[in-house]
């Protein structure tokens, strides 16, 4: 079983950044694909980025499309989302997925392994 850790969320203020972590204490990241996606209170989890196992390509959500970056760090075996630009409407748990598949996933039910999340709070 792998267990995904997030970090890095808290309160920000609007236009302000902040940069999740997702780190595997188990198994490297480097042998799955990795997503980021959100949950606000009282909505469905959606679909905020993902890259594929080797790195080579990523996919955003329009709503955070050339604000959010993800990135894999396979020595440091961490996933990270650098976020700018951030928007009261940002405000969500954050969480981590690891997928078994190597290719790019924008559906939760894709996804093998979830962390805990991370709240991150946008300020207007």
């Known amino acids: 079983q792998v267990q995904l850790v997030e970090s890095g969320g808290g309160l920000v203020q609007a236009g302000g950044s902040l940069r999740l972590s997702c780190t595997s204490s188990?198994?490297?990241?480097?042998?799955?694909?990795m997503g980021w996606f959100r949950q606000a209170p009282g909505k469905e989890r959606e679909f905020v980025a993902a890259i594929r196992r080797s790195g080579g390509s990523t996919s955003y959500a329009d709503s955070v499309k050339g604000r959010f970056t993800i990135s894999k760090d396979n020595a440091k075996n961490t996933v990270y989302l650098q976020m700018n630009s951030l928007k009261p409407e940002d405000t969500a748990v954050y969480y981590c997925a690891a997928s078994n598949v190597p290719l790019i996933f924008t559906t939760p039910s894709r996804y093998d392994y979830w962390g805990q999340g991370t709240q991150v709070t946008v300020s207007s």
């Open positions: 188990d198994r490297s990241i480097s042998s799955y694909a």
